[in-house]
């Protein structure tokens, strides 16, 4: 629903429409965020998901990166047939004029959901505006110089002309509203505007009463509170830690007996103590929810867990709270009593809250702040209290729910000081309070905390280390039925192999070797990859039997006919050691043009968009792919350079430079920060012919635009090889000559003549060289026009 007033407020319909597409920036000033076409190609994307390829545009704010995004728009828009903007419109945009933006995100939204936003008109006021509001002469020359007619073409005598025209109107209207309502500009106005009565009187005829004002006298009184006493009594959560400036203030008998400005009077963490008296932690937890109308942390632990209301409102707060003053409040935990009446109320949090919920989380953060500020002086108090009051709940919680298992365990070993030997008593405890013949669930747990250690913490020399019980558990956990269970397994070895080199992974070749014949789940596989991928990058001594032993078990499970999601992770994994291990490219770039090109878009991040240099903004990384396990895969940084080589020689034999390989040398390119090398201009040497060449090519033109810009834009010699050879006026010549009617090729060619002209003073002249000696420009309004403002 519209309402007609600010023009460049968007409705809250159409605002709740553009939240659900999920859009990379969030709208806070929508004249300004939607200038540059950029955030308007996400919107389209969203609904034409194969048809716009964000990587192509920059979320830049300089007039020439609007008109790139602009231009690319129209050329979409042209081959959707969607009519729903002029070049009028787009200018208007771009120069960020009133009510333009408005006025195309409501069409687009009425376009693109089939639904009609509705007006509601305010009434009109009464009365007019004082004067003071309306537009003077000077508004209205700033208002007109603003907008994008006189921007784009900056003509004086036309920009003189357009001025004294609306200035003659402005005086125009003046001169009528004199003639309509001439007491107005009299000079008997009152202060607000409006017309005063004319009555003449002598002075001193008339005079206002003058109201009597009594002023009482104010007594300062001496305050005995400090400034926390007095805060806490108008902030509630402040209220739980005045207590202790309180005393601060009245004695120092607490300095006296060995404590410190920061400390609490009742003694240190740990103490003995016959339950929770002044200061305690508890007390401090309950007077921090009374704040909020809660008798006790336990009454407000109840409510959120029912979701209340009153309890959701202020659970951030409370949670923010706790983690902000989880010194103190560990510091005031007297018994082990008084830590079971805490641990309790977060507990019930972890178990009966959603994982997704903010709640969850914040409940899950304020537990590990505790837990953290409990075990900071390296003894297994924290860890005992826990076992005693917790570990119960949050071992059930681990074994019901897995989604909540990662946040629940990292709660566990907040409580858990780094010693190895602390750890393995942990882990002990764990195994325990989940049952000693329940491995599964024991794995599971292990393959997350292995991933929070301390990599000093494996030891390779000590006997019975940390190491010694996360190998043991992969082992057992190999040799289990249950493929989750194995791939689990492989997890935890990969995360060895990763902090204690390749000589981990000697006594495992075998039986990695007899997985990858024999077992036949996805994520077996996967996890094999992972494990193989780890092993070539930690082998800095690794024999050549190791090498080619991990390489036929990437050949087992990594080919064309491999499943999506172990071609997926193959991928993303095994790109990072193709300069190390030069034997797996054939394999890799097998698999890499087999796949479909929006996976393989994803995993040569072309998801994102291009800065005003050619290069990739941001990137995936965490791949889209989830098993049973619960496991988690990321896309790992590669070198661009090494896979375009090898992509360079397979095209080099004889293969054919369609899709997938141009795909794939623009994700190559766009991998890095820097193109500039002399590597990369070999690279371009290589691929000069088939990329400019691919212009002609209604399929390969709006990739080969983007590979030849991103060259261009940072290679001063590939871009010198552009304008000295004579492809791009071939590929000109070929498709707006006779016989020339791929109007996708047309458009594709026209995009990178104007990218490269709006680059830089080179590209410019070679792209007004090259329109000038060509003999189809003529024929073609695009390029007539691409003329004209080049030759402006």
């Not at 309509?180 to 002075?203: C, N, Q, T, W, Y």
């Not at 002990?428 to 929070?452: M, P, Q, R, Y």
């Not at 250690?453 to 940390?466: I, Q, V, Y």
């Not at 791929?742 to 007004?768: H, P, Q, W, Y």
């Amino acid at each position: 629903m519209a309402t007609t007033g600010n023009p460049n407020s968007l409705s809250r319909e159409v605002l709740r429409w553009i939240q659900s597409l999920d859009l990379a920036y969030s709208i806070k000033n929508p004249k300004r965020d939607f200038s540059n076409g950029f955030l308007i190609a996400e919107i389209f994307s969203r609904y034409f998901a194969r048809g716009l390829a964000m990587h192509s545009y920059d979320n830049g704010t300089a007039v020439r990166v609007k008109k790139d995004n602009w231009g690319q728009l129209m050329k979409f828009f042209r081959k959707q047939g969607l009519d729903i903007i002029t070049d009028a419109e787009i200018t208007s945009i771009i120069h960020c004029e009133d009510g333009a933006v408005a006025t195309f995100i409501k069409r687009i939204y009425q376009a693109l959901t089939q639904r009609e936003v509705q007006e509601v008109v305010k009434r009109p006021l009464v009365e007019r505006p004082p004067p003071y509001m309306r537009n003077t002469g000077s508004k209205i020359v700033k208002d007109t110089l603003r907008t994008g007619n006189f921007t784009e073409h900056p003509d004086q005598t036309t920009t003189e002309n357009a001025l004294r025209s609306e200035l003659e109107q402005h005086e125009a209207d003046l001169q009528l509203e004199k003639s309509i309502d001439p007491e107005r500009f009299s000079s008997s106005l009152s202060l607000s505007g409006s017309r005063a009565p004319h009555v003449s009187k002598a002075m001193g005829e008339y005079e206002a009463p003058v109201p009597q004002v009594t002023v009482e006298r104010i007594e300062v009184k001496q305050s005995d509170k400090n400034i926390a006493a007095l805060r806490a009594s108008q902030d509630p959560m402040a209220a739980p830690f005045a207590n202790k400036s309180i005393m601060s203030a009245q004695s120092n008998n607490e300095y006296d007996n060995g404590g410190s400005p920061g400390s609490f009077s009742h003694g240190s963490r740990g103490g003995g103590g016959g339950g929770a008296g002044a200061g305690s932690a508890k007390e401090m937890l309950d007077d921090v929810v009374k704040g909020w109308n809660f008798s006790s942390f336990g009454e407000f632990a109840a409510s959120l867990v029912s979701f209340e209301d009153a309890a959701v409102d202020c659970a951030e707060g409370v949670f923010d709270l706790i983690c902000a003053e989880s010194e103190r409040i560990a510091s005031g935990v007297l018994n082990s009593a008084d830590f079971g009446a805490i641990s309790g109320g977060l507990c019930s949090m972890l178990r009966d809250l959603p994982e997704s919920s903010n709640e969850f989380k914040g409940a899950a953060q304020a537990f590990c702040s505790l837990g953290l500020a409990l075990s900071s002086d390296g003894g297994p108090g924290g860890l005992d209290k826990f076992a005693d009051h917790a570990l119960a709940t949050v071992s059930e919680v681990v074994k019901t729910d897995p989604a909540k298992r990662p946040l629940a365990l990292e709660v566990f070993y907040s409580f858990v000081p780094p010693a190895p030997e602390l750890r393995v008593d942990a882990i002990n405890k764990l195994k325990e309070s989940l049952g000693s013949d329940d491995i599964s669930a024991l794995v599971h747990c292990l393959t997350n905390l292995i991933f929070i250690e301390d990599p000093s913490s494996f030891d390779p020399l000590e006997a019975g280390t940390l190491l010694d019980l996360y190998l043991e558990y992969v082992v057992a956990g190999l040799g289990q039925s249950s493929p989750s269970i194995r791939s689990a397994s492989l997890a935890m070895l990969s995360e060895v192999i990763a902090n204690c080199g390749a000589s981990a992974a000697q006594q495992f070749i075998e039986p990695l070797q007899k997985l990858s014949t024999e077992d036949t789940f996805w994520e077996t596989k996967a996890q094999l990859l992972v494990v193989a991928t780890t092993i070539l990058q930690r082998g800095e001594k690794k024999a050549a039997e190791m090498v080619d032993a991990v390489v036929g078990i990437v050949e087992s499970v990594f080919h064309g006919k491999a499943s999506g999601n172990v071609k997926k992770v193959g991928v993303a994994y095994l790109s990072s050691v193709l300069g190390e291990v030069p034997q797996l490219m054939g394999v890799y770039l097998d698999v890499l043009l087999s796949m479909k090109s929006s996976d393989r878009a994803m995993l040569m991040g072309l998801g994102s968009g291009l800065n005003s240099t050619g290069g990739r903004v941001g990137g995936t990384a965490e791949l889209p792919v989830g098993g049973k396990s619960g496991l988690t895969y990321s896309i790992q940084a590669f070198d661009g350079n090494v896979v375009a080589r090898g992509l360079l020689d397979r095209v080099s034999a004889g293969e054919a430079f369609g899709e997938g390989a141009a795909q794939v040398l623009l994700g190559c390119v766009l991998s890095q920060e820097d193109v500039s090398s002399n590597s990369w201009t070999e690279v371009w040497d290589g691929f000069v012919g088939l990329v400019l060449g691919g212009l002609k090519d209604g399929e390969l033109c709006d990739i080969c635009c983007d590979v030849a810009f991103a060259f261009v834009a940072g290679n001063n010699d590939a871009a010198a090889a552009v304008y000295e050879n004579g492809y791009v006026s071939d590929a000109v010549a070929a498709v707006y000559g006779e016989g020339g009617a791929d109007e996708a090729a047309k458009e594709g060619i026209l995009m990178f003549l104007t990218r490269v002209a709006n680059n830089s003073g080179k590209g410019c002249d070679f792209v007004e060289k090259l329109l000038g000696e060509s003999s189809v420009v003529s024929g073609d309004d695009d390029l007539l026009n691409l003329q004209a403002d080049l030759a402006m």
